[in-house]
């Protein structure tokens, strides 16, 4: 199954920067930050903007499956619990991951497989359901739940770009690099983290027809959720085309969505919240035009829930009420929307120095 249109990736700060659509342009991009901010792209790629500006996250084309393991207080941990799901899960399937050490406290893996063109109101959820899935099946501690939450709208880090510390915005002296699944398998975690203190040139090359087992796992799983029968022989686009037929699809994964205006978010306000994910700390004015506003963008709270935990990268945010250590929305966001507040206007964003060019369309 081919796609047809030309596909592209975000760029982050972690800050969502810029997209770009080629490896030369995405160069580019890591050479001009590379050093001063850790970079990271979108771990897929869309082809369809929402508007001028922003992406329609809906649009992602789903070619691979991500996992990614923090432990602030010990790394080996991660690296137990990639080494437990390569273990019982890629290796009866026959799978072969792709595997990153991030340079400081986690491990990444993907699962590349060819392209599958899920059902657009299915991507998200099942693909947040399937992970969630796996976590709680593996016993995966440190697999981490706000990522999955996010599901296609989550960025990694991008490979052979240094780690900077976010508390002191200095460099730890380590890289974001790929290891071969022997390296994964056999080196301890000192040894992982000497490797890393080099960018890495050699090529890792995997196989995605030899991994369709992964995506066939992904589609049985649906197929289970929506009570749907099939057996372990069925065909990848069998599977689709029963997913595709089920009328219950629409009523399992498309939320019901409350009717009134919806309007774009402001270019003051993505400044002020790139301003506040430089600065990992923001105040609660600022924040309740962030919420207001994304709010009044019709933003699903898992992706509001990803904007504050950005801000506030490292910290619980049981803290300050704005998300959830899960991945969830925080009490603050629920308040406004029950509240059903308005985004804020011109002048208050002006008064409160959140838009901060009266030349600003904001108010329009």
């Known amino acids: 199954m081919e796609r047809q249109r030309l596909a592209f990736r975000e760029f982050g700060i972690p800050a969502r920067i810029a997209t770009f659509n080629s490896k030369e342009s995405g160069d580019a991009l890591i050479k001009e930050w590379t050093g001063r901010k850790n970079c990271y792209v979108s771990v897929y790629a869309f082809d369809e903007m929402k508007g001028k500006k922003g992406t329609n996250y809906d649009s992602a084309i789903i070619e691979t499956i991500w996992f990614d393991f923090d432990d602030d207080e010990n790394v080996t941990n991660c690296l137990e619990d990639v080494r437990k799901l390569y273990a019982e899960f890629c290796v009866p ?46 016993k995966l501690k440190t ?16 490979v052979n770009t240094p780690y900077i510390d976010k508390k002191t915005n200095q460099k730890n002296g380590r890289y974001c ?33 030899k991994n369709e087992g ?42 019901s969505r409350v009717t009134g205006f919806v309007y774009p978010v402001r270019p003051c306000i993505k400044k002020a919240i790139q301003r506040a994910i ?24 898992q992706d509001i829930a990803f904007v504050f935990s950005s801000i506030y990268e490292g910290e619980s945010g049981n803290k300050w009420g704005w998300y959830k250590d899960n991945g969830e929305v925080g009490f603050q966001i629920k308040n406004l929307r029950a509240k059903a507040i308005n985004r804020f206007s011109k002048n208050r964003l002006m008064q409160y120095k959140i838009c901060r060019d009266k030349f600003c369309a904001c108010g329009n």
């Open 143 to 158: 697999l981490d739940q706000k990522c999955i939450n996010n599901s296609v709208v989550c960025l990694r880090r991008m």
């Open 278 to 301: 430089g600065k990992g700390t923001n105040d609660h004015t600022a924040n309740t035009a962030i919420a207001a506003e994304l709010i009044n963008a019709d933003w699903k709270d």
């Open 93 to 138: 399937k026959n799978l072969t991951p792709r595997i990153y050490y991030t340079g400081g406290r986690g491990f990444q893996l993907n699962i590349d497989f060819p392209y599958l063109p899920l059902p657009t109101h299915i991507k998200r959820d099942a693909i947040r359901d399937f992970l969630t899935h796996l976590k709680t099946k593996y």
């Open 214 to 255: 992964a995506a066939k796992g992904l589609l049985q799983y649906v197929c289970n959720a929506l009570k749907i029968k099939f057996t372990s022989t069925n065909t990848i686009p069998y599977l689709l085309d029963v997913i595709n037929e089920s009328d219950d699809s629409h009523k399992k994964y498309t939320k």
């Open 177 to 209: 690099i790929q290891l071969e699944v022997e390296e994964m398998l056999e080196y301890t975690m000192e040894e992982i983290e000497k490797l890393s203190e080099w960018p890495r040139t050699r090529s890792f090359n995997i196989d995605r027809e």
